[in-house]
């Protein structure tokens, strides 16, 4: 969904009714766009990472040290 929007056709979906309903598809698939959405979204927003690498909760501001200039999640992405 994220990368190549267009792969997912009937076979895709024929693949998945092997293991979920037509209902359950439908709340993955939601599930799977408003979190697409949430992270382009905070992207924009130039969050980091609530935690350490060693799993403390951080500051936005310790974090910004821990991991550098821009998120993880920014980097190599265009603006």
Do not use: C
Not at 26 to 53: A, D, W
């Amino acid at each position: 969904m994220a990368t190549d929007h267009e792969a997912v056709d009937a076979a895709f979906y024929d693949r998945l009714r092997q293991f979920y309903s037509d209902e359950e598809i439908v709340e993955l698939g939601t599930f799977i766009g408003f979190n697409i959405g949430y992270h382009t979204f905070f992207g924009t927003l130039k969050f980091y990472p609530m935690f350490s690498p060693d799993g403390r909760l951080v500051s936005q501001e310790e974090s910004e040290r821990i991991y550098g200039a821009a998120p993880v999640s920014l980097k190599g992405r265009a603006a």
